[in-house]
């Protein structure tokens, strides 16, 4: 149980960070606080849209799903069943493909990285290794 609501936890970490860019890519918020990292470059990229939609609203489609489906695998009654895990490491596999790929397009083709694309992909894989761990045993 406490993988799974670590899972939560951290889609619901990797939702605020997904939406963050995604209000920053609709224009509602301004410049990205980046720090050091290439936040701009890679967001006003080509590759920052996908199928006519930012990169940044299936990040937090993708979040919110998880997130529901952890909180529903939080309950007494799932507990001990082995679908909610299958569905958490499908969800995540999922966007752990979806980061490699696009952490990929970034470094190879875009040449430029950004710290929040950088620490959703690290959500997202700390999220994708425990539901492979919670898939193994549900605890």
Known sequence: MRRRQTIAILALAGLFVALYLWLHKIGLIGELQCGTGSCEIVQASRYADLLGFPVALYGVIG???????????????????????????????????????????????????????????????????????????PT
Do not use: D, E, N
């Open 63 to 137: 979040y919110a799903v998880i997130f529901a489906a952890a909180l529903v695998s939080v309950q007494p009654r799932w507990l001990a069943a082995r679908g909610p895990g299958l569905a958490l490491v499908a969800l995540s596999s999922l966007g752990f493909a979806f980061t490699v790929y696009l952490t990929a397009v970034s470094l190879l083709l875009i040449h430029a990285t950004c710290r929040w694309c950088l620490a959703s992909g690290a959500i997202m894989t700390t999220i994708w290794l425990l539901s492979l761990a919670t898939a193994r045993r």
